[in-house]
Each structure stands twice: as structure tokens, then as C-alpha cells.
């Protein structure tokens, strides 16, 4: 057999990557994975070609969160790795599994312009690397990379010389078994009796417990427990940012504890003697910074629970458990209790109450954020997809309480601006018979906006709704509150409809809701993507903000 006639290395990669049942790949190309991304697409994987390679790993996080499948997204070597330096940290941080397969610059070169030490960067953002330098364990090592991905639910980049993956295939025609073969399928973890014992007496005790859950709980289904063990202690309900929705249609459900919480919701974790966090990993935000419930104790039931996170002391009252398992338990030993703290009052006002009251004055012309977001609420479809951004105005847009847990995505765990987009394309190709609505600021939309051109091209469903208050709000709010010049934060609003449009998408502005029903139904029979550009004041602070950076701070210094 002449080499021509023999498959290359890069051949054997793609078919490693089709029989670890990649179906999906976010990718951009260059000189050191272009060929294997084409024989890639070839063997039959849906290939999504971004614009920018953190879009690719930013959309692989969304999408594996989506699908609970490892994502996978591709770049080439030096400044392809280079790009991923905001997106893996994120990824990290919120324990999503991903393959990225990163060229590496050619072994036989004394010099290569793209070359860089690629292994300190990516290790640096707490993914791992793995350089494979001998094409015949290439296929093993990528099988591993998927287990150690699953395992320890981070990135794992695999970089190859691209010279290497040219080289015709000396090794075994067999590939190795695949990942899924392998993992261990360990059942739900029980509690221990004695703990649930103690546990029990714990919340026997208490007067007003608050059912805390995570994502945690929804992995392990257990918001039907959580109900029963907050109907059982006459307590209230509420999730952290990621798992909201988990009980949407709960009377008692007082929406999202962290930096998010709405009004009511502050004045009831304020009352809380018990904090019942199931399946979280109680970060700092999730309790706002340790602010919302002072006067409770803390029960974690999770099955890694925790002390202290994030520098702070979070739980004294431990239940190591499967999140259904150990709340099932727990309830179980529960002795029936003649006082309840929830009372039809408390629903009412749970359901009537505006996420935030305070009144602003606005400029004629401009919308108010809260009243755009209550707008959408009422007139978007409910089984359309959620995707939520970061920025001030993620506050207004967190306050859907109608919608359920499943059609909502955040991730938020690193804190950058940019990844709207992206997010909603990883939504996008995971739930592809889906509308998605993306929620975004200005800024970070202007950060990664050349990807409107992948989702024109890839014809995906997404609906972007802008909240433009024309600014970089989460700064200039708090450049006003120390009195500090606003340069710099406050930029006007280009006419995002017309940079829509020049992109292929539709483009609306919005200075009045008035016809947003109509509008949205003349989405939902067109389908396509469209920027619908809302005009808001900057005038609004959310509670957040208020909190933490009262306007005028600095007079009264
Ligand atoms: C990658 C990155 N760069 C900068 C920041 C700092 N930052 C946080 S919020 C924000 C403003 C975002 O503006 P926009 O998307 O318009 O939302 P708004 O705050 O105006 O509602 C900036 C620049 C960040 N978090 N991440
Ligand atoms: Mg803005």
C-alpha cells in the first residue's frame, strides 16, 4: 500500500471523535486542524463555524449544559489556544465538561510563527492539557480525555502538532473502546441514617425554613422532594440563579436567593431561621455574599457539602446525600408540625408583588428595563428557550418567574461580559427545533456581535432582546455613586437594528411596548433571527446595585 492510499493520522482522529458520539462541533479554522475539522464534518458531525474561538468554546460550555453530552469545540494552534484564556476559566468554574481539540504548532520546525507554549496557558484557566506527540496512542489518549472530562466535569484540550496529523496511520485499525463503555455508572448516593437523624432534629426545631436548591437538585430530580420537604415544614422555596424555574409553579416559591432575589424575597430569607441549600455548591453569590438570611443556620444537603466556599463559612449542618435521596429521607423523619410559617397571605403577596418597586424618574422616549422584561414575560411563548447574560441589566432579565427550569439557561460563574451569543447558539444547536431568546446588554453584545453572521449562516431560531441602556451600566452606575467621571462607560446606542440587518438578521427598535404581542407572534410564525433593540433608561438601578453602590455615595462620604 503506497502512503497516498493509507489514511492520515487526522483521519483516524475524526473517527476517534465520531465514536466517542460527537455529533457537534464548534469550531474555527486554521493551519492545524483544519483537515482533521473536515474530515470531521465528512464522517457526519454537525460542524457550527464561529467567527471567534471563544465563541466556539463558549458555545460548547452552553451546549453541554444543554445536553448534558461533553462538548466539543476546535481551534487552531497559538493564537487559536490564545483566544480560549476567558472562555475555559468560565468553563471551570462552572464544572462543564468539554473536548477541545487545539492544534499544536509542527514538531519538525526549528521555528514556527504560531508557536507558543501552549500547555502553562490552558493549565493556567484550571483545564488540563494533554500534548500527543505519538500518533498511534492518539485515539487512546483522546478516549481518556472524554473520561477525564465527564470525571472531573471540566475542559480537557488536546493539542497536536499538525505535522504529526499529517503523517500517514501506522498504527492499529481498531479504536479503542469508547467512553461510554467505561464510565462507571455509580447509583444515587443514600444517606447515612445517623445523619438523617440529626438533620431531622435540626429542622424539627426550626420556625421558618427556607428549601435552598442548586443545579445539583435538578440533576438529581429532586425538585418534587424539595416541594414535599417545604410543604412538610410549612416552609418557602428558592433556587440559586442556574436553577431557576425548579419551582415556578410553586405557590411558596420566592424565586432565585443570591444577588437576583426579588423584593419579598429579601424580606422573607431576612426572617429565616433555617436554610435548607440542596444540591449547590453555595458560592458566594448564591446568598449574597452571606447577607440574605444572617439570623439562619445552614443545612447542606449535597453530596460533596461544604464549610467554607469562596472565603466564606457556609454551613455548620452537613447531610451527605444524593439530592432526591437525602431530601426524601429527611422529610420521611420528619415529625408532623402543628405550626406552618406559609400562609395563603404569603402566596398572594409572593404572586402579586413586583420583582423591585421603586420608583425612577425616565426620560420620555426610554423604557424602563423591568417593564420590558414584564412585557416579554407575559407575551413570549412558555416553551421557548432562555438565555440569560450577564451585565446590570441581568437582574431585570433573571425576573421571569412563569418560566420553568428547563427552558432557562445562565452561566455566570466567571463573571465576563460577551458570552450572550455564544450561549445562545450552544442553546441554539442543542435544541434546534426550539425558538431561543437570548437576554443581553449592549456591551456584551458588541463584544462578540460578529457571530449574528453565524447565526445567519446556520439559519439558527434565536431571538436577541437587547437591553440597551446605551452604556456600560454595571460601571457607569458605579462610577456615579463615587462621583467619578463617566467616560468611558457611557457610549450612546448605535442603531443595532441596522447592524442587524447588515448582518442578514431581522432589526427592530423599540422605544414603546405597545405592539410587542403582535410582534412576537409575527416571530413565531417567520422563525429566523432578529435584534430587537430596547431603548432603556439608565436611570433604573436595580436593588443589586443599589445595595452595594447607593447613587450619591460620595457626597455622603
Ligand atoms: C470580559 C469582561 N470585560 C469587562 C467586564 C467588566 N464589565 C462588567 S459588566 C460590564 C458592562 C456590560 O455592559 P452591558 O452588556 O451593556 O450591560 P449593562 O451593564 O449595561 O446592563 C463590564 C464592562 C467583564 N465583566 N467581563
Ligand atoms: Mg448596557
Not at 103 to 122: C, F, H, R, T, V
Not at 138 to 167: K, N
Not at 369 to 395: F, I, M, T, Y
Amino acid at each position: 500500500m503506497t502512503n497516498e492510499a493509507k489514511p492520515r493520522v487526522y483521519d483516524v482522529l475524526a473517527r476517534a471523535f465520531i465514536q466517542e458520539g460527537v455529533s457537534t462541533c464548534f469550531t474555527l479554522m486554521g493551519d492545524a486542524n483544519m483537515n482533521w475539522a473536515a474530515r470531521l464534518a465528512q464522517q457526519g458531525c454537525r460542524m457550527v463555524y464561529v467567527r471567534h474561538e471563544h465563541c466556539a468554546v463558549a458555545a460548547a460550555m452552553a451546549y453541554a449544559r444543554k445536553t448534558s453530552e461533553v462538548g466539543v469545540a476546535t481551534v487552531t494552534c497559538g493564537p487559536g489556544v490564545t483566544q480560549l484564556i476567558t472562555a475555559l476559566p468560565a468553563a471551570v468554574r462552572a464544572h462543564l465538561p468539554l473536548v477541545v481539540f487545539a492544534g499544536e504548532a509542527p514538531l519538525k520546525s526549528s521555528w514556527y510563527n504560531q508557536g507558543i507554549d501552549q500547555a502553562p496557558m490552558i493549565k493556567a484557566t484550571g483545564a488540563d492539557y494533554h500534548p500527543l506527540h505519538l500518533p498511534e496512542r492518539m485515539p487512546i489518549a483522546i478516549r481518556d480525555a472524554f473520561l477525564q472530562a465527564r470525571r472531573e466535569r471540566r475542559p480537557v484540550v488536546i493539542g497536536i502538532p499538525f505535522d504529526l496529523q499529517e503523517r500517514a496511520w501506522e498504527g492499529p485499525s481498531m479504536l479503542p473502546t469508547p467512553s461510554r463503555e467505561l464510565l462507571p455508572r455509580p447509583s444515587p448516593i443514600p444517606p447515612h441514617p445517623d445523619d438523617v437523624a440529626s438533620a431531622a432534629t435540626l429542622v424539627a426545631a426550626a420556625q421558618r425554613v427556607v428549601v435552598f436548591a442548586g443545579l445539583g437538585a435538578v440533576e438529581a430530580q429532586a425538585g418534587a422532594a424539595c416541594r414535599a420537604l417545604a410543604a412538610k415544614t410549612g416552609g418557602l422555596l428558592a433556587t440559586t440563579l442556574p436553577a431557576r424555574g425548579l419551582f415556578h409553579d410553586d405557590l411558596y416559591c420566592i424565586g432565585i436567593a443570591g444577588s437576583f432575589t426579588p423584593e419579598v424575597g429579601l424580606e422573607y430569607l431576612a426572617e429565616a431561621d433555617l436554610v435548607i441549600a440542596v444540591g449547590g455548591s453555595l458560592a458566594y453569590h448564591a446568598g449574597g455574599g452571606g447577607q440574605l438570611w444572617r439570623n439562619a443556620k445552614m443545612l447542606h444537603i449535597d453530596i460533596d457539602p461544604r464549610a467554607v466556599r469562596q472565603g466564606q463559612e457556609v454551613a455548620r449542618h452537613h447531610l451527605r446525600a444524593d439530592a432526591r435521596l437525602g431530601v426524601e429521607a429527611l422529610t420521611a423523619a420528619l415529625p408532623a408540625r402543628s405550626h406552618m410559617w406559609r400562609t395563603e397571605a404569603m402566596a398572594s403577596r409572593i404572586r402579586d408583588s413586583k420583582p423591585d418597586s421603586q420608583v425612577f424618574e425616565i426620560e420620555s422616549g426610554l423604557l424602563d428595563p423591568r417593564d420590558c422584561v414584564e412585557a416579554l414575560e407575559n407575551a413570549l411563548p412558555a416553551d421557548w428557550e432562555l438565555v440569560n447574560s450577564s451585565g446590570h441589566c441581568s437582574w431585570f432579565f433573571a425576573q421571569m418567574p412563569s418560566r420553568p427550569q428547563e427552558r432557562f439557561l445562565s452561566i455566570r460563574e466567571f463573571g465576563a461580559i460577551g458570552n450572550g451569543i455564544s450561549f445562545a447558539m450552544g442553546v441554539a444547536a442543542a435544541r434546534p427545533d426550539r425558538t431561543v431568546v437570548l437576554f443581553d446588554g449592549d456591551g456584551s453584545l458588541m463584544m462578540h456581535v460578529q457571530e449574528l453572521e453565524t447565526i445567519k449562516r446556520h439559519g439558527m431560531n434565536i431571538l436577541i432582546v437587547l437591553i440597551n441602556d446605551g452604556a456600560y451600566g454595571s460601571e457607569v452606575h458605579k462610577l456615579r455613586s463615587e462621583g467619578m467621571p463617566e467616560d468611558g462607560s457611557v457610549f450612546g446606542r448605535p442603531d443595532f437594528a441596522a447592524i442587524a440587518r447588515g448582518f442578514g438578521l431581522e432589526g427592530k427598535t423599540f422605544k414603546s411596548l405597545t405592539d410587542l404581542p403582535k410582534l412576537v407572534q409575527a416571530f413565531a410564525k417567520s422563525g429566523g433571527a432578529a435584534v430587537w433593540d430596547f431603548h432603556v433608561s439608565d436611570k433604573v438601578l436595580s436593588p443589586t446595585i443599589r445595595r452595594a453602590h447607593p447613587p450619591g455615595k460620595h457626597a455622603k462620604a
